[in-house]
Structure formats: structure tokens, C-alpha cells
Antibody, heavy 119, light 110 residues
């Protein structure tokens, strides 16, 4: 069974940093591109970032470009999102989501981790 | 800035049929945008329903179907049930590793 378990969320002050993790199990992690998708309280979903299966290619939404860094450690079956210079509008539940490489959709999602940005 | 549009809310009677749509502010939605659909209930993670316009994800009942209607992607639910009450999101692939979600449709079954 595919499992994606996010962690690392919490309360951070504006301008602060946080690193999210997504532990994957039940599939060959190194074979799949991975994504972060977020959802602000009471709002819709927003695609944040994508990383290729080997980590060589990364993509970011304009809203986080230059502040967030996606990475992965295939030896640890873990996806990361380093978030710097956090703003109030970054407050959201952050989901990791798997994508099958030959497709353009998200086939499995984690349960999410909440990031609260507040002073 | 591309905007993906969805109806904010929709209601359907139990047993009825409803079609939710997904449009683009700057173009027509076609299969080349690989539209996909997800449902989400409060406090839960999204669940995949439809991908590549009209392919049902594993385990999704055939009451759910996807298509292109006019210049929009569409999700049709036939024989609506009470537990279909959810938020429904479409997303399109814009290329360059980026996706854009619609604002979601809150479906009420009553």
C-alpha cells in the first residue's frame, strides 16, 4: 500500500524557516516524480513545487520561487520542502503528492502537515 | 497569470445527475492540458477521481465520468448519493512542471 506521511509543520514567525518532510513507503520512491501541494485555511488547492524522480529537475510556483526549495533523498525514501522567508500567505496545510512519471496527475496524496505563520 | 475557473457551488438531488465544469481564463481546455479531478471532504486529503480528461482512477465508481464539453473539462456524476457531498477540484497541466488548480466546487446533495 502506498503511504505518504508528511511531518515538520508547526508555528513559525514571519520571515522564519521550516523544513517539511514526506516519508514514502509501499512503492519504489526513486521511480516517481513528487510534488508539494498546499491549501490555505478555507481555500482551494495550490500546486507549489515538483521534483523529478532523480532530483535533477525542479519547478516552483511563482508564489514561492526563490524562497522554497524542493529536494529528495531516494536512499531514505523521503521528499523535502525547505521553506525560507515565510509569509502569512504561506500558512496552509502542505500535502505531498505522487505523480506517475508518464502521466500528468497526482495519484496518491499524504494527509498533510499544517504550517502556521504568525507572530 | 492563468486562472482555472469552476462553479463555486452546485446542488443536486439524490439520484440526480450533475455536471461540474473547469475552464481556463486564457484558452479552451483540451486534452492537451491533461485535466484531472479530485474530491475532498473537510479535514481529509484530496482523492483522485479522474485523470487524462476521462480515465477513472482505481476504485472510482463509474457514476463518475470526465469529458470535454465545449471549451471546458467536465466532471459528471450520475445517480448522486449523499456521500458525494464534497469539494471537487480540477487541475490542468500548464507545462514546465507546473499545474494550476481551479478554485473548487462545493457540491451539495439535497
Amino acid at each position: 500500500e502506498v503511504q505518504l506521511v508528511e511531518s515538520g509543520g508547526g508555528l513559525v514567525q514571519p520571515g522564519g524557516s521550516l523544513r517539511l518532510s514526506c516519508a514514502a513507503s509501499g512503492f519504489t520512491f526513486s521511480g516517481y516524480p513528487m510534488n508539494w501541494v498546499r491549501q490555505a485555511p478555507g481555500k482551494g488547492l495550490e500546486h507549489v513545487s515538483t521534483i523529478s524522480s532523480n532530483g535533477d529537475n525542479t519547478y516552483y510556483a511563482n508564489s514561492v520561487k526563490g524562497r522554497f526549495t524542493i529536494s529528495r533523498d531516494n536512499s531514505k525514501n523521503t521528499l523535502y520542502l525547505q521553506m525560507n522567508s515565510l509569509r502569512g500567505e504561506d500558512m496552509a496545510v502542505y500535502y505531498c503528492a505522487r505523480r506517475v512519471g508518464s502521466t500528468y496527475y497526482f495519484d496518491n496524496w499524504g494527509q498533510g502537515t499544517l504550517v502556521t505563520v504568525s507572530s | 497569470q492563468t486562472v482555472v475557473t469552476q462553479e463555486p457551488s452546485f446542488s443536486v438531488s439524490p439520484g440526480g445527475t450533475v455536471t461540474l465544469t473547469c475552464g481556463l481564463s486564457s484558452d479552451s481546455v483540451s486534452t492537451t492540458y491533461y485535466p484531472s479531478w479530485y474530491r475532498q471532504t473537510p479535514g481529509q486529503a484530496p482523492r483522485t477521481l479522474i485523470y487524462n480528461t476521462n480515465t477513472r482512477s482505481s476504485g472510482v465508481p463509474d457514476r463518475f465520468s470526465g469529458s470535454i464539453v465545449g471549451n471546458k473539462a467536465a466532471l459528471t456524476i450520475t445517480g448522486a448519493q449523499a456521500d458525494d457531498e464534497s469539494d471537487y477540484y480540477c487541475v490542468v497541466y500548464m507545462g514546465s512542471g507546473l499545474w494550476v488548480f481551479g478554485g473548487g466546487t462545493k457540491l451539495t446533495v439535497l
